[in-house]
């Protein structure tokens, strides 16, 4: 196990996961010059299946290896090895791995995930992240695995995880790391790996570009809630279809232009309009606290087949003799 292992503890049960992360825009370069946009329909991608989109808002591609069609991600569409995902400067989602550990990407930001294996059994699980862009991570934590290892990398540092909630933002020359709630995490950069900083829960440091990383420093919790709500995902408000087809040329490859199961029914306006009055703050703490309580879901699951505990029932008292 390396320095960032041991500096943040044994990394407990394999997830094998490699993501390349970048901020676009459909102004520099957000897809390839020939990319054609696919509204409806969908393909499977070349490599494994890694994952799928649990969430989403607004507009994004799913552009699979060297293909130059982009499908217009809709939510449940599963996600391939050495897929890119594409967020435009409108939206936001939620990638959940098949570890469960779950990865919210901001809007303008660009992920492409080469490999991700997960063994729940003999209880292996390794992740590997490499980024540029903005994203929220929250991993689980995993009781009784042989080994766990999650590591992100960008461009200046190396970050490594047990279960935790954190956010990075990673730029060229800076990556500055936020944990958030119940988090331990050790961060390194690249010019000198073995001389980690620890960060404890609503603690931030900041590497910048063949330097140590900074002094970790406590986060200031009206930031904390600002750095949340970049994340936050309303999957009622969705962009209009055309800014997809202002930035590169469309294929309809369904005969339709809206499939049947997205026609709008009676009254789904009213309810729409409805939802939408939900407060966004509690839109937010909804979905995270789903989370959550998945992963708490698992750890109790994972307990409870490692202890295996029988209950015996007790014997009836005698019937009393009359």
């Known amino acids: ?12 049960g394999v997830i094998l996961a490699m993501l390349i992360v970048q901020p676009v825009s459909a102004k520099s370069g957000l897809t390839p010059d020939d990319l054609m946009i696919v509204e409806d329909g969908f393909e499977p991608g070349n490599g494994e299946r890694v994952g799928e989109i649990a969430l989403i808002e607004g507009n994004a591609l ?7 069609v982009g499908y217009r991600i809709r939510e449940s569409y599963p996600v391939f090895s050495d897929d890119t995902i594409i967020t435009l400067e409108d939206a936001r989602l939620r990638l959940k791995l098949n570890s469960g550990d779950s990865m919210y990407m901001a809007p303008e930001t660009r992920i492409i995930v080469n490999k991700s294996i997960y063994t729940p059994k003999p209880g292996d699980r390794s992740v590997f992240v490499q980024f540029f862009g903005k994203v929220r991570f929250m991993v689980r934590k995993l009781s009784g695995f042989r080994r766990s290892e999650f590591k992100v990398k960008t461009k200046t540092a190396v970050i490594g995880v047990r279960g935790s909630d954190f956010i990075v933002h990673a730029t060229n020359d800076m990556t500055e790391v936020s944990a958030l709630d119940n988090t331990r995490l050790g961060v390194a950069g ?11 829960s609503f603690q931030r440091s900041v590497v910048k570009k063949g330097m140590l990383p900074y002094k970790a420093e406590s986060l200031i919790m009206d930031d904390v809630e600002s750095l949340k ?23 309809d490859r369904s005969g339709m232009r809206v499939p049947e199961t997205e026609l709008v029914q009676p009254g789904h306006m009213a309810r729409t309009a409805a939802s939408a ?3 966004e703050l509690e839109k937010a703490k909804s979905v995270e606290m789903a989370d959550k309580e ?15 505990i029988k209950l015996t029932p007790l014997p009836l008292p005698a019937k009393p003799e009359g």
């Open 229 to 251: 709500q970049e994340f936050m995902i309303r999957p009622e408000r969705s962009a209009p279809e055309s800014d997809l087809t202002a930035i590169k040329p469309v294929i």
């Open 62 to 68: 799913i552009v699979h290896d060297k293909e130059n």
């Open 277 to 279: 009055r939900i407060p």
């Open 190 to 200: 690249l010019a000198a790996p073995d001389k980690p900083v620890i960060l404890e």
């Open 1 to 12: 196990m390396n320095t960032i292992g041991r500096a943040t503890g044994v990394l407990t």
């Open 294 to 308: 998945e992963a708490l879901t698992d750890e109790r699951r994972e307990i409870h087949e490692k202890v295996n």
